[in-house]
């Protein structure tokens, strides 16, 4: 079994930042990529930013600028740094791991986290 545990949410005024992060435990052999996503209530949950175990980025085009992803793979620890945040970014934060092998050998195509909360004040 695979745990998420997220931390770093919190209540900022606009134009403040924020860090997020998370680490994944359990017998893990491997993840292929770590992200985040978010949902806001009466919204759908939607991709933020994800990271590859290669370093491969992607943002939603409304973070882009914003907002940077990074990991830390030996300590199968993804972080998410949100600077300039803006009401509209107010959402529950989910960390996401993708692709994970664990031992003995069972693979699985995704993990949650139980999200943090962000709330962004005007």
């Known amino acids: 079994q695979v745990h998420l545990v997220e931390s770093g949410g919190g209540l900022v005024q606009a134009g403040g930042s924020l860090r997020l992060s998370c680490a994944a435990s359990?017998?893990?052999?491997?993840?292929?990529?770590m992200g985040w996503y978010r949902q806001a209530p009466g919204k759908e949950r939607e991709l933020v930013a994800s990271?590859?175990?290669?370093?491969?980025?992607d943002y939603a085009d409304s973070v882009k600028g914003r907002y940077t992803i990074s990991a830390d793979n030996a300590k199968n620890t993804v972080y998410l740094h949100m600077n300039d945040l803006k009401p509209e970014d107010t959402a529950v934060y989910y960390c996401?791991?993708?692709?994970?092998?664990?031992?003995?050998?069972?693979?699985?195509?995704?993990?949650w986290g139980q999200g943090t909360q962000v709330t962004v004040s005007s």
């Open positions: 990271i590859t175990r290669g370093g491969r980025t």
């Open positions: 996401n791991a993708r692709g994970v092998l664990t031992t003995p050998f069972y693979y699985k195509d995704a993990y």
């Open positions: 359990g017998s893990i052999v491997s993840i292929n990529a």
